[in-house]
């Protein structure tokens, strides 16, 4: 043969290659290289020597027909080292199935179909290529998506793949980033897998930062966009019914897509900045669109206060423990300790029982709920209509409000301020060295926090106005808050903010002038005005 037959004879060889099931978009000799040839491997029928066989379905996904995933065991082997042991290690599988006339084994594993096909496709490509596939039918919704990479990441931890693990955590943060909602999601999957902890620590980390955006879809740029003059309760309800075009929302998740165990962690969390209010809302909207199925039957409720402190370090450590993904026929032994399998998890609003299941578990949750903390006009209508309280709670809570009630409180809004975060209405609300304290909800540094104005003294005796956030269980006046702008009181005995024509007194007056940068805040100064009301007499 000569050169000329030998190169027409290598490129016909090549061409037939490419019609066999070949990945690879360009054959030319001088560019494929070894990548690019295991890439070639994925799903080749003929080099197949193992199928792996799910044991679960994807009950998120009504299009699950995956009945097998083929590969090659010498590729797995070389990715993962418990593939290693299991195929060619002391346990490896001398028989193939004896159904199967091409000896290509057959391995059942307790996953779902969709995840062994990515766990596969990783193997061969180092690279989940095919979940930015837009012809792909498995990943409809943003919240498919991050349960499934949640389970794909218990897959990785059990057959030992760290970089798949790595890559996976990396994605879902930057997910929970743009989509706060995608946290609860992320926990709930977490919780049903032995190696989801780092996960669910990532989760909660994100909904204590966010509690409105995580589980209730709030969007705080959207809101502030949009001024604070509606009700805080219908705001979050409709962001709650209606997908945001904006960015980061309508894209699922939030309290909804928790099951019934993680409820009172996350709601009543002791490290979440969320108020009395946000809780009952997230109750509320819990009970009208939980796509779990629950019962009363495999729910604790609520321990009394005099129970053994003991007990909550249990509660944590079961909170993210279930069944273990196993090869059975390497693990058979280990089968019995499972626990029972996590409920079922639906799209579809659920039966009237349902509904009535997790009302009676809200209703107990909701006595951990201070009615008193939550302002008169949410508490006349959307508490009262929620179901969630008895007369007696009521009651109690609306005497409290009208005792309140006999004593005004005022609003000073913020405007003009260089950084951005503090301007709003501020909510006269506690007492501090005898001074009302004014505050507003908002968002600093991706962390909802409670922007303060109050009075304090200084170690040399001085007294100011600050306006800071102050860290949650901290007196305000520490060396821990986080300072904008801050003024004299001398400024205001001139008039202002608390003068007499307010009933103020005279250090009780909030300055009009004199506000000065401290720390964290930015030129120009913000501007302060009286909204209705009169100054609380401490």
Known sequence: M??????????SAEDSSDTTGSTTSDTSPSTRDILSDIHSLLNDEELTDIHLIPELTDGDDENETITEVPAIKAILAARSPVFRRCLYGDFRETQPNSNNDDDVLEVKLDYSGRVLQLLVEF?????????????????????????????????AHYFDIPKLEQDIQTHLNVMMTQHPSLACAILDEASKVPSGEDLGLLAMERIHDLPKAALLLWNHNHQQSHGYNSSIASTINNAANNAYTGFGWGERGGVIALNASLLEQVIFD??????????????????????????????????????????????????????????????????????PPPPA?????????????????????????????????????????????????????????????????????????????????????????????YNKEGVWRGREEVFRIFLCTFSNGNRSWSLSIVPKGKAPGKTTDIDFYECPVSYGKGGGLGSPLFGGAADNIIPNKGWKLVNYGQSPVPKFSLVGGCLEDA
């Open 2 to 11: 000569d050169q000329n037959d030998h190169h027409n004879t290598k490129m």
């Open 123 to 155: 193997c061969f490509t180092d690279k989940l290529a095919s979940l930015t596939d837009s012809n792909a039918k498995n990943n409809s919704t943003l919240e498919r998506k991050v349960r499934l990479l949640t389970q794909l990441n218990g897959a």
């Open 270 to 339: 002791e490290q979440s900045s969320a108020s009395e209010l946000t809780k009952f809302l997230c109750l509320q909207r819990w009970v009208e669109g939980c796509r779990h199925v629950v019962s009363t039957d495999d729910f604790e409720l609520p321990r009394k206060m005099d129970d053994s402190a003991g007990d909550d370090d249990e509660e944590d450590d079961a909170i993210l423990s279930s069944r273990t993904p196993k090869m059975k026929h390497l693990h058979s032994e280990k089968a019995d300790i499972s626990a």
């Open 345 to 437: 998890y639906k799209d579809d609003a659920l039966s009237d029982g349902q509904h009535e299941q997790r009302l009676i578990i809200a209703r107990h949750l909701a006595e951990k709920i201070d009615l008193s903390l939550i302002p008169a006009s949410d508490l006349s209508s959307t508490i009262t209509e929620s179901n969630l309280f008895s007369t007696h709670d009521l009651y109690q809570a609306y005497r409290l409000q009208a005792l309140n009630a006999e004593r005004s409180k005022s609003k000073v809004f913020v405007e003009g301020a260089g950084l951005e975060e503090v301007n709003g209405t501020y909510i006269q609300g506690g007492v501090h060295e005898g001074t009302p304290m």
